[in-house]
């Protein structure tokens, strides 16, 4: 084993009276891919941020190819080799791919210099196969290629390790396998890099060793990634076993949603051509398909955000008129949005009030007119309660919890309400298996009590195991559903690329 | 109507575009520095003011013009220094303390005023600076004499355009001042200092505005009263919008709201006596509004733009 690019040693950092990070030691030797494996809040973020010189660690020493260094911002850190890649990029949407690459590069004779730049750029591109177009703004930029620019970003800047912190949570499927080959290819050619990501089977498939860390210690290292169990690795990140959720078997009564050829326009990304479906009371319907494919219409038309340009939709049997969010949630629709932060809550509110929001007019939480603010802050007690949100308490301004305690938030504020039918899209994008495993049992608990729920969502496993049929969106059209007894991943795979199409009464 | 374009074409017209648009000019490609940066610089009819008043104080007590201009461009650089102060190290609302800049400042500089030339009948004035003819080019038709044959300042603003367009988007620096405006933590992590860049272009910022209050009290009007800026400030704001945070389309928003003010004080002068002349006086601001209305909509300010940074804040 070669000499180690990147040592630490005995890290510890607190907030206040929180340990993020206790005596942590973590090395990674040029090529090698080291895992970084941990639930949320268990100090990987905080980790990487001292070693990128965002935090200053309490104690503990830092070395680089064995000799000791102080980094103490990020211009140190960059100087030493260490380059990061943000789960929130850190880029300038109105600025050229190129102009990003080069801010904080020293110019020649006082100007920008652009040819060396481009010279650079070409070079990485060859060498790694991440190629950009330099003069197109950030912000015609996918997702995927922002973060293929950071990662040339950090290159660009003589990086050595390379750390990317959840780079697969903002990716569609197919663009992991891309990004997966990238870094496999930069680890062949010398190049360290720590990989942090709570999702077993990626980290399984990708590194070479890992370190599992659970409330800021080092719980457990896996020197064989790929021969290990996810089971095991979970028992690691959890501390106990992880019970995979029950599905029961559940006879589906009668439809509580139908769409009947619903078409869309004049909505940002792609509108609903000729949708048709439904659920019936206690069945879970997933939608699969490639972000981007008429999802989001299709969200936005179930929950009364876009009326549609042609057909009806009935919920328990009622048409919808208006399609307005009230009228549907007097019907007995709930809906979980995709961004928790802009369409979910107000962050900057309290806990209480955000869970109140969608019926704050009611009589339940106004009198007359008047808010009845007794009323708004039991609700929200008793919910942290049942759903067990950690939070300092309902009057917490909401953007400071967690990814999993705002969704347990929302869930709760829809479940309260007993709906007839719920929308939930991308229910635990982000979220760690304890609180992704928390929102299943409760979509299942639903489903046995009758209600209708229709999960959107781009991780294919998670749709088979909570779906009883599963319904494959492609260009603003339903092209095919199955029984999800009869769907695999590769065949929905196949009809999400439009292939194989199978037409069948929804 | 004919008369109007007679009017327009003629030399004095158009030399008095280019006047009325120098310190607006100035101002405009200050206050445009600074927002670039992130910062919104609400203290700018303020340091045009007390600038204004240093500058001419300087010049009247000194007798050298230029050591009036350096004066002004020092205080407009402090003044901008303070509001950075405020909003980039302390991170406190840009709103609040820009007015806080303009109220001080506009105090100090009356306050300074009476205490240096005391109550006087007819306010103190100084030798401005004269127009200097640029040989060959001030001979061309109609052109020269309007552009070529006007005072130092005007050609500094001529040259500040292209020089702020260079500066932004050439060098690295100018860069870096565009990354801190969209996205502060972009910069840091590129190991950007992103106080000190912000630092920098608001006391940029608050130079150019004191050249822009250099120039009133020293070229245009050659003494200092205390409606010697009226305004201009709070329209070099609009202007920066109006020119979508560009050097060149700033400097075009410029000219244009000193044609329209060029116009109404021809139309003032050119006997439409039914009309009260504050009619007239009304008109460059009504353009602005209207203009900004239209053109503005496309407009998108620096994402950055009145966030204060903090590093360890997530």
């Given at each position: 084993?070669?000499?180690?690019?990147?040592?630490?040693?005995?890290?510890?950092?607190?907030?206040?009276?929180?340990?993020?990070?206790?005596?942590?030691?973590?090395?990674?030797?040029?090529?090698?891919?080291?895992?970084?494996?941990?639930?949320?809040?268990?100090?990987?973020?905080?980790?990487?941020?001292?070693?990128?010189g965002a935090y200053a660690?309490?104690?503990?020493?830092?070395?680089?190819?064995?000799?000791?260094?102080?980094?103490h911002n990020s211009a140190d850190?960059?100087?030493?080799?260490?380059?990061?890649?943000?789960?929130h990029?850190h880029l300038a949407p109105r600025l050229?791919?190129?102009e990003n690459?080069?801010i904080g590069?020293?110019?020649?004779?006082?100007?920008?210099?652009?040819?060396?730049?481009?010279?650079?750029?070409?070079?990485?591109?060859?060498?790694?196969?991440?190629?950009?177009?330099?003069?197109?703004?950030?912000?015609?930029?996918?997702?995927?290629?922002?973060?293929?620019?950071?990662?040339?970003?950090?290159?660009?800047?003589?990086?050595?390790?390379?750390?990317?912190?959840?780079?697969?949570?903002?990716?569609?499927?197919?663009?992991?396998?891309?990004?997966?080959?990238?870094?496999?290819?930069?680890?062949?050619?010398?190049?360290?890099?720590?990989?942090?990501?709570?999702?077993?089977?990626?980290?399984?498939?990708?590194?070479?060793?890992?370190?599992?860390?659970?409330?800021?210690?080092?719980?457990?290292?896996?020197?064989?990634?790929?021969?290990?169990?996810?089971?095991?690795?979970?028992?690691?990140?959890?501390?106990?076993?992880?019970?995979?959720?029950?599905?029961?078997?559940?006879?589906?009564?009668?439809?509580?949603?139908?769409?009947?050829?619903?078409?869309?326009?004049?909505?940002?990304?792609?509108?609903?051509?000729?949708?048709?479906?439904?659920?019936?009371?206690?069945?879970?319907?997933?939608?699969?398909?490639?972000?981007?494919?008429?999802?989001?219409?299709?969200?936005?038309?179930?929950?009364?955000?876009?009326?549609?340009?042609?057909?009806?939709?009935?919920?328990?049997?009622?048409?919808?008129?208006?399609?307005?969010?009230?009228?549907?949630?007097?019907?007995?629709?709930?809906?979980?949005?995709?961004?928790?932060?802009?369409?979910?809550?107000?962050?900057?509110?309290?806990?209480?009030?955000?869970?109140?929001?969608?019926?704050?007019?009611?009589?339940?939480?106004?009198?007359?007119?008047?808010?009845?603010?007794?009323?708004?802050?039991?609700?929200?007690?008793?919910?942290?309660?049942?759903?067990?949100?950690?939070?300092?308490?309902?009057?917490?301004?909401?953007?400071?919890?967690?990814?999993?305690?705002?969704?347990?938030?929302?869930?709760?504020?829809?479940?309260?309400?007993?709906?007839?039918?719920?929308?939930?899209?991308?229910?635990?994008?982000?979220?760690?298996?304890?609180?992704?495993?928390?929102?299943?049992?409760?979509?299942?608990?639903?489903?046995?009590?009758?209600?209708?729920?229709?999960?959107?969502?781009?991780?294919?496993?998670?749709?088979?195991?909570?779906?009883?049929?599963?319904?494959?969106?492609?260009?603003?059209?339903?092209?095919?559903?199955?029984?999800?007894?009869?769907?695999?991943?590769?065949?929905?795979?196949?009809?999400?690329?439009?292939?194989?199409?199978?037409?069948?009464?929804? | 109507?004919?008369?109007?374009?007679?009017?327009?074409?003629?030399?004095?017209?158009?030399?008095?575009?280019?006047?009325?648009?120098?310190?607006?000019?100035f101002a405009t490609l200050g206050e445009m520095f600074s927002e670039r940066a992130g910062v919104l610089n609400l203290g700018i009819e303020g340091i045009m003011?007390l600038s204004?008043?240093?500058?001419?104080?300087?010049?009247?007590?000194?007798?050298?013009?230029?050591?009036?201009?350096?004066?002004?461009v020092l205080v407009g650089a402090l003044m901008g220094a303070l509001h950075a102060l405020f909003t980039v190290a302390l991170g406190l609302s840009q709103h609040v303390c820009g007015i806080g800049v303009t109220l001080f400042s506009s105090?100090l500089?009356?306050?300074?005023?009476?205490?240096?030339?005391?109550?006087?009948?007819?306010?103190?004035?100084?030798?401005?600076?004269?127009?200097?003819?640029?040989?060959?080019?001030?001979?061309?038709?109609?052109?020269?004499?309007?552009?070529?044959?006007?005072?130092?300042?005007?050609?500094?603003?001529?040259?500040?355009?292209?020089?702020a367009?260079?500066v932004l988007?050439?060098t690295p620096w100018g860069l870096s001042v565009r990354m801190v405006g969209e996205n502060p933590r972009a910069a840091d992590s590129a190991g950007v200092s992103v106080m000190a860049t912000r630092f920098q272009a608001v006391i940029l910022g608050g130079a150019l505005m004191g050249l822009a209050g250099?120039?009133?009290?020293?070229?245009?009007?050659?003494?200092?009263?205390?409606?010697?800026?009226?305004?201009?400030g709070w329209?070099a704001i609009?202007?920066v919008v109006?020119?979508?945070w560009?050097p060149?389309?700033s400097?075009?928003?410029?000219?244009?709201?000193?044609?329209?003010?060029?116009?109404?004080?021809?139309?003032?002068?050119?006997?439409?006596?039914?009309?009260?002349?504050?009619?007239?006086?009304?008109?460059?601001?009504?353009?602005?509004?209207?203009?900004?209305?239209?053109?503005?909509?496309?407009?998108v300010a620096p994402s950055a733009l009145l966030k204060p940074f903090r590093r360890e804040e997530r």
């Amino acid at each position: 084993m070669s000499a180690p690019l990147i040592e630490m040693r005995g890290i510890t950092k607190s907030f206040g009276a929180v340990k993020a990070n206790e005596a942590v030691d973590l090395s990674v030797t040029p090529g090698e891919i080291l895992g970084l494996l941990g639930e949320n809040g268990a100090g990987k973020t905080t980790l990487m941020n001292v070693l990128f010189g965002a935090y200053a660690p309490d104690a503990g020493e830092i070395l680089v190819e064995g000799r000791p260094v102080a980094i103490h911002n990020s211009a140190d850190a960059l100087a030493a080799g260490i380059g990061m890649v943000h789960q929130h990029f850190h880029l300038a949407p109105r600025l050229t791919v190129l102009e990003n690459l080069l801010i904080g590069i020293p110019g020649k004779s006082g100007r920008i210099d652009r040819a060396r730049g481009l010279a650079r750029l070409t070079e990485i591109s060859r060498q790694y196969g991440l190629s950009l177009d330099p003069n197109l703004p950030v912000s015609a930029l996918s997702v995927g290629e922002q973060q293929r620019l950071e990662i040339i970003k950090a290159l660009f800047r003589g990086a050595k390790l390379l750390i990317l912190d959840e780079p697969t949570a903002v990716l569609a499927p197919s663009e992991v396998d891309g990004l997966f080959a990238a870094l496999r290819s930069m680890a062949a050619q010398g190049l360290g890099i720590i990989f942090i990501s709570h999702k077993l089977n990626e980290v399984r498939a990708l590194t070479h060793r890992c370190v599992v860390l659970r409330h800021g210690k080092v719980a457990g290292r896996v020197d064989h990634p790929a021969e290990t169990t996810s089971a095991e690795m979970a028992r690691l990140m959890c501390g106990h076993e992880i019970v995979p959720p029950v599905k029961e078997a559940s006879t589906p009564g009668a439809a509580v949603l139908t769409l009947d050829g619903i078409s869309t326009a004049g909505h940002a990304g792609t509108p609903l051509r000729d949708v048709s479906l439904s659920v019936r009371a206690g069945e879970i319907l997933g939608i699969a398909g490639v972000s981007g494919n008429g999802q989001r219409a299709l969200a936005d038309v179930i929950s009364g955000m876009l009326p549609p340009g042609a057909g009806a939709m009935t919920i328990a049997g009622k048409t919808v008129k208006q399609f307005s969010p009230r009228e549907l949630q007097a019907l007995g629709l709930g809906r979980i949005p995709e961004d928790r932060m802009t369409t979910g809550l107000v962050t900057n509110l309290p806990l209480a009030d955000s869970m109140v929001l969608p019926r704050i007019g009611t009589e339940a939480f106004s009198r007359k007119g008047l808010l009845n603010p007794a009323a708004i802050r039991a609700f929200a007690e008793a919910q942290i309660k049942a759903y067990d949100i950690r939070c300092p308490g309902p009057m917490v301004r909401a953007g400071a919890l967690s990814g999993g305690n705002l969704q347990k938030a929302l869930l709760a504020r829809e479940l309260a309400f007993d709906p007839k039918v719920l929308i939930v899209s991308q229910p635990t994008r982000g979220l760690d298996i304890g609180a992704a495993r928390f929102i299943h049992e409760k979509f299942l608990a639903m489903r046995a009590r009758g209600c209708g729920i229709i999960v959107i969502g781009e991780d294919l496993e998670e749709l088979l195991m909570l779906s009883d049929r599963i319904a494959v969106m492609y260009e603003g059209r339903i092209a095919g559903t199955l029984p999800s007894a009869d769907a695999t991943v590769a065949r929905l795979g196949l009809m999400m690329t439009g292939a194989g199409q199978t037409e069948e009464a929804a | 109507m004919s008369a109007v374009f007679e009017q327009i074409f003629q030399v004095g017209f158009l030399a008095a575009i280019v006047r009325i648009a120098t310190p607006l000019a100035f101002a405009t490609l200050g206050e445009m520095f600074s927002e670039r940066a992130g910062v919104l610089n609400l203290g700018i009819e303020g340091i045009m003011l007390l600038s204004a008043m240093a500058g001419f104080t300087a010049a009247s007590l000194s007798g050298s013009l230029w050591l009036g201009v350096l004066v002004a461009v020092l205080v407009g650089a402090l003044m901008g220094a303070l509001h950075a102060l405020f909003t980039v190290a302390l991170g406190l609302s840009q709103h609040v303390c820009g007015i806080g800049v303009t109220l001080f400042s506009s105090g100090l500089a009356y306050f300074l005023y009476r205490l240096i030339f005391g109550q006087q009948s007819v306010p103190p004035s100084i030798d401005g600076f004269k127009p200097v003819p640029i040989p060959l080019l001030s001979d061309i038709p109609i052109l020269g004499p309007a552009v070529f044959n006007q005072f130092t300042l005007v050609y500094m603003a001529i040259i500040a355009v292209p020089l702020a367009a260079f500066v932004l988007y050439r060098t690295p620096w100018g860069l870096s001042v565009r990354m801190v405006g969209e996205n502060p933590r972009a910069a840091d992590s590129a190991g950007v200092s992103v106080m000190a860049t912000r630092f920098q272009a608001v006391i940029l910022g608050g130079a150019l505005m004191g050249l822009a209050g250099a120039f009133l009290t020293m070229a245009q009007f050659n003494a200092f009263t205390f409606g010697v800026v009226s305004g201009r400030g709070w329209v070099a704001i609009a202007l920066v919008v109006f020119g979508r945070w560009d050097p060149w389309r700033s400097a075009g928003a410029a000219l244009l709201f000193a044609f329209v003010d060029a116009l109404q004080l021809r139309m003032q002068a050119s006997g439409l006596g039914h009309i009260p002349y504050e009619a007239f006086l009304m008109l460059p601001f009504i353009f602005t509004i209207v203009a900004m209305a239209f053109m503005s909509r496309n407009a998108v300010a620096p994402s950055a733009l009145l966030k204060p940074f903090r590093r360890e804040e997530r």
